[in-house]
């Protein structure tokens, strides 16, 4: 029953993490706005990912206790990109590329939280969460939830989810 249930958690959070950010990019490129994505808490997470996925690498962890950092990564970059295309600043993205790479060290959980504050921060100063998706703060919650070493990053996600949906315009449709 246990190896059940291990599985289980192990395939659903890879599935959820391989379609974790498409929804974000769906509603950024449905938008044609990055308006409500904070772009300090984008390059934060980014940072929290690599520092991650080095520490794994580095201590030679098997591949499936970590496969899902690389497939964020890949998503998070995309959004990126995005983010930049629709704030007009493509030309801008490849410097903060190295930014991410030797900003990844030793920091992971911190960054980690302080992408969700930063998000946290943009959405209570704007009060509006715009293109944000409220599905891909949940489905972040759900893996930090399943993988529970992460409960402080399952109390952020939660948090920021809950205040995309009190931002929520009513004139947004659900997703």
Known sequence: METRLLWF??????GVCATLKLPQIFAVLGARSARGISLPSLLLELAGFLVFLRY?????????????YPILIAQGLILLLCVFHFKGD?????????WIIDLAMNF???????SKFAQL?????SRDSGAVSAL????????????IRFV?????NIWV???ILHYRKTDVKSE
């Open 161 to 163: 989810a809950a205040t």
């Open 108 to 114: 992971c959980t911190f960054i980690s939280a302080a």
């Open 9 to 14: 958690c192990n395939w659903s959070v890879l």
């Open 152 to 156: 402080i990053m399952l109390a952020l």
């Open 56 to 68: 794994q690498c580095y201590y030679e962890y098997p591949l499936l206790t970590y496969l899902e």
């Open 90 to 98: 493509v030309k801008r993205a490849a410097p903060y590329i190295k």
């Open 136 to 147: 891909t703060w949940n489905l972040a919650s759900y893996t930090c939830a399943v993988l």
């Open 121 to 125: 921060q943009y959405l209570w100063k």
